[in-house]
């Protein structure tokens, strides 16, 4: 059965569209690591170039890490929705912007990471994406565009809380970047804490099929 469209575009096209932009983001990733143009380098030149290539480093793994567990989201959430309206794409539309925009705050906390200015801004396009995230799913719910014809609270409540616990430690990271002497440091561990339990947790698909076992959906 083909679900029904809006203004021509199935669930299809927005999942393409989403797989090319994170593909295209994920690799763009890499262009922090880009080598300067030394000239009569020496071996001690080069090591040190790369020793201190550590933070950032760091930051295109845990970026990299993070973008990927919002793709499994995002595509754990799109396989249970049957249809689409105009709202869900521009909601989608809104959270693949600040998704395009993780290159850059990645490569500031990698270059700036000790400082506060760089962990806000990497904190804050965290926190928009998950928020962004959040509301394209409880817009699939509230307009009911999923397979099944309900969600059961415990589920919706369960789901709601790993989509938004990310943003919550990234505001917490943020505090302690703004509050705390050496806070930044602080911040970027709460970021790597947070990829860790995300990475270990996995998606939010096996909470989405209990609702469908209930009604005999498959």
């Known amino acids: 059965m083909t679900a029904p469209t809006t203004l021509g575009l199935g669930k ?12 295209t983001v994920m690799t763009v990733l890499i262009l922090s690591l880009s080598i300067p ?7 001690s ?15 295109y793994v845990m970026s990299f890490l993070i973008l990927a567990v919002f793709w499994v989201r995002h595509h754990n959430i799109f396989h249970f ?38 962990t806000v801004v990497y904190g804050s396009n965290l926190i928009a994406a998950g928020l962004a995230m959040e509301a394209v ?3 699939i719910v509230r307009r009911k565009l999923l397979t ?13 809380r790993r989509l938004m616990g990310g943003p919550v430690l990234y505001f917490v990271a943020i505090l302690a970047s703004l509050a705390i002497p050496g806070g930044s440091e602080i911040a970027v561990a709460v970021y790597i804490i947070t990829l860790a339990y995300y990475v270990i947790v996995g998606g939010i698909g096996r909470t989405l099929w209990e609702p469908s076992r209930a009604t005999g959906r498959r």
Not at 37 to 43: F, K, P, T, V, W
């Open 148 to 160: 099944v014809d309900n969600v059961d609270e415990r589920v919706m409540a369960r789901v709601n």
């Open 137 to 139: 799913w409880l817009h």
């Open 37 to 43: 143009a030394l000239i009569n380098a020496s071996d």
């Open 45 to 59: 030149v080069v090591e040190s170039y790369v020793l201190g290539l550590g933070p950032t480093i760091l930051s």
């Open 81 to 118: 929705v049957a249809k689409v309206d105009n709202t869900l794409i521009w909601l989608n539309m809104l959270f693949l912007l600040m998704v395009g925009f993780v290159p850059f705050s990645t490569e500031l906390i990698g270059r700036f990471w000790n400082t506060e200015v760089a």
């Open 12 to 23: 299809g096209r927005i999942e393409s569209l989403s797989d090319g932009i994170f593909a």
